[in-house]
C-alpha cells in the first residue's frame, strides 16, 4: 500500500493542474474536459461502459484461451518433430510481424459482417498467439542440460522425457507467455474492435469511437479511462498468478 | 619366399599365440582384476573443435576409487561421459559391464528438479526404472536418512543450502545402487569446510555398497585423499600425464591429511599436474 501512495499523489497533482488549466484558460470541452466533467460523465454512463468493459473483457479472456490452447498444442507437435518446428516458426513468425489491423478487415468478412464478437476474438487470438507460442517453444527446450544427461542415463523413454522433464521446464516460461499475451489480447480485442467499425459488439472501443464521433469528449475519456484501469487491473492480476504459480513451481 | 617356410612361419604365429593366450588367461586370474569399465585409445573429436580428449587410457576396477585431475578444459569431464555411456568416442574403445541403472553420475551442480520435492527427485531414477512411486519413494527417503537429509523428504531444492542440495544428488546417484558411481567435479561449487565433510561423507557411503567411483577434481589434496589412485591429465588434448597411488585404508584414518604420506602423495600429483601445465604450453 506504501508503494501506491507516489502514484496516487502524482495523480492528484496532475489532475488539479489539469482542472485549473482547463477553468483559466476557459478551453473549450469538446478539445479538452476537465477532470470535473470526465468524472460526470464516468458516473452518468457508468452502468454503459461496466457492461462495454465486461464485453471487451470477456472478448480478451476468451481470445487468451484460444490462443493458449492452440499456441501451446502446436508448441508441443513442434518440439516433438524438428521438422515441423523447422516448417511451423517462418509461417508463426510471419503472422506475429502481419500487423493485426492489416489482416482484421478480412477476418471481418470471413468471420462474418453479422457476427463482429468473433472477428474480434479471433483477431485478438492472433495477437496472444506469439508469446504464448515462442514462450512454450522455448521452455520445452529449456530443460537443464545435465537433467536431460541424467534421463538418458537412466534410459527414460520419449513420453517420460516429455512428462517428467520438458513440460515442467517449460512452466515458468508458460507462465511468462500467458502473461504478456493476456495484456496484447485486451490491445488487440480494442484495435479489432475499431477495425471492425461496428457497434455489433458492444465493446469499450467502441464506446470511444461512438463518442468521438458525436464530440462528446468527455464520454471518450472516460471510456478510455476505463479502458485503461482495466488494463492495469488485468496485468496486475496476471502478475499475481504468475507470482504464484512460480511460487508453486519453485516451491518458495 | 618358398612354400615350405611360409607353412613354418604360420605354425610358429599359432604356437605364440597359444602362448600368449595362456599367459594372458594367467594373469587375468592371478593379477590383473577383471575391469568395470575402461578407455583404450580413445580419442574425442568436435566438429569444428578439434580434438577434445586422448589417446587417452583408463581401466577401473570394481570397487576402485580413482581420481582424474588435470588443467581446465583437459577433457576429463569428456573422460567421464564416455565411461558413463553418455557420449561415444571418435576413436578407440570402451568397455562397460554395469547394465542400465548401475551406472550414476552426480555433477557440478546439484541439478535437482526445482518443481519436485527432494524426495521426488530421488525417486526419479526408480520411477523412471518402472519402480512404483510408492517403493520409489520408501527407498528415496531411506538413501536421503543415509545422507542426512531424513528430515528434507518433503523439502523443494530451493529451500536446500549448497551442501544439503549435493548431499541430495548423492543420494540420487545411489538409490538404484549403482556399480560405478561418476562425479563430475561434484564439490566445486561448496566452501572447503563443507566439501571436506561431504569427501568423509562419500567414503563412508562407499564403504557400505563399494561401488567403483571416478571423480574429476582441480583439487590435488581432495584427490589424494579420497582416492586409491589419482590420475594426472595433460590438457588441450587430454592425455594421461602420470599415475599416483596412494596406498592407504580407506574411509581415511583421522588426520589422514596431516601423515607424511598424505603429504608426500600431494606432492608427487602436484609434479605430475606442474609437468602436465607445462606441456600443455
Not at chain 1, 485503461?228 to 511460487?247: G, P, W, Y
Request: with cysteine.
Amino acid at each position: 500500500m506504501k508503494n501506491a501512495l507516489p502514484p496516487l499523489a502524482l495523480i492528484a497533482v496532475l489532475l488539479s493542474i489539469w482542472q485549473a488549466a482547463c477553468q483559466m484558460l476557459s478551453i473549450p470541452p469538446y478539445l479538452l474536459p476537465a477532470p470535473s466533467q470526465i468524472g460526470a460523465a464516468l458516473l452518468a454512463g457508468a452502468a454503459v461502459l461496466a457492461q462495454a468493459a465486461w464485453r471487451t473483457l470477456l472478448m480478451a479472456l476468451e481470445a487468451l484461451a484460444a490462443a493458449s490452447l492452440f499456441a501451446s498444442s502446436l508448441a508441443l507437435a513442434v518440439s516433438l518433430s524438428r521438422p515441423l518446428g523447422q516448417a511451423i516458426r517462418p509461417l508463426a513468425v510471419a503472422l506475429q510481424v502481419t500487423p493485426v489491423v492489416a489482416i482484421a478487415p478480412l477476418v471481418v468478412i470471413w468471420a462474418g459482417v453479422d457476427h463482429p464478437g468473433r472477428a474480434i476474438v479471433v483477431l485478438a487470438a492472433i495477437v496472444a498467439f506469439f508469446p504464448i507460442f515462442s514462450g512454450a517453444t522455448r521452455g520445452l527446450n529449456a530443460a537443464d542440460p545435465d537433467l536431460e544427461r541424467l534421463f538418458d542415463l537412466y534410459g527414460a523413454t520419449p513420453p517420460q522425457r516429455l512428462m517428467r522433464l520438458r513440460l515442467p521446464s517449460s512452466v515458468p516460461f508458460l507462465v511468462e507467455g500467458h502473461k504478456v499475451a493476456a495484456g496484447l489480447a485486451i490491445i488487440g480485442a480494442v484495435v479489432a474492435e475499431f477495425v471492425a467499425g461496428s457497434g455489433g459488439a458492444q465493446g469499450l472501443a467502441w464506446r470511444i469511437l461512438e463518442a468521438g464521433n458525436r464530440l462528446q469528449t468527455d464520454r471518450m475519456f472516460a471510456a478510455i479511462l476505463v479502458l485503461a484501469l482495466m488494463a492495469t487491473a488485468l496485468h496486475f492480476v496476471f502478475q499475481f498468478l504468475e507470482t504464484r504459480a512460480l511460487k508453486w513451481w519453485r516451491g518458495r | 619366399m618358398p612354400a615350405g617356410s611360409r607353412r613354418s612361419n604360420g605354425m610358429a604365429a599359432f604356437r605364440i599365440g597359444l602362448q600368449r593366450k595362456k599367459s594372458t588367461r594367467c594373469l587375468r586370474t592371478v593379477r590383473v582384476p577383471e575391469s568395470l569399465a575402461s578407455l583404450t585409445g580413445v580419442i574425442v573429436e568436435y566438429p569444428g573443435r578439434g580434438r577434445a580428449l586422448g589417446p587417452f587410457d583408463l581401466a577401473l576396477a570394481p570397487g576402485e576409487i580413482v581420481a582424474l585431475v588435470g588443467p581446465s578444459g583437459c577433457g576429463k569431464s569428456t573422460a567421464l561421459r564416455l565411461l558413463a555411456g553418455l557420449e561415444s568416442p571418435t576413436h578407440g574403445t570402451v568397455t562397460r559391464t554395469p547394465g542400465r541403472g548401475e551406472t550414476a553420475v552426480v555433477f557440478q551442480a546439484p541439478t535437482l528438479a526445482p518443481w519436485l520435492s527432494a524426495g521426488a527427485n530421488v525417486a526419479l531414477p526408480l520411477e523412471l526404472a518402472g519402480v512404483k512411486k510408492q517403493d520409489a519413494l520408501a527407498r528415496a527417503t531411506e538413501a536421503l536418512a543415509r545422507v542426512g537429509l531424513g528430515s528434507s523428504v518433503e523439502a523443494r531444492p530451493a529451500q536446500l543450502s549448497g551442501g544439503m542440495a549435493m548431499r541430495a544428488s548423492l543420494a540420487r546417484a545411489l538409490v538404484t545402487g549403482p556399480k560405478l558411481l561418476l562425479l563430475d567435479e561434484p564439490f566445486a561449487a561448496l566452501d572447503e569446510i563443507t566439501r571436506r565433510a561431504l569427501a568423509d561423507d562419500v567414503l563412508a557411503l562407499w564403504s557400505a555398497t563399494r561401488p567403483a567411483i571416478i571423480f574429476v577434481t582441480h583439487n590435488v589434496e581432495e584427490a589424494v585423499y579420497m582416492a586409491q589412485r589419482v590420475v594426472v591429465m595433460t590438457s588441450g588434448p587430454g592425455r594421461s600425464g602420470g599415475e599416483t597411488v596412494v596406498d592407504a585404508p580407506l574411509p581415511r584414518p583421522a588426520g589422514f591429511r596431516t601423515t607424511e604420506q598424505f603429504r608426500m602423495a600431494a606432492e608427487a600429483v602436484s609434479h605430475q599436474l606442474a609437468a602436465a601445465m607445462s606441456t600443455a604450453a
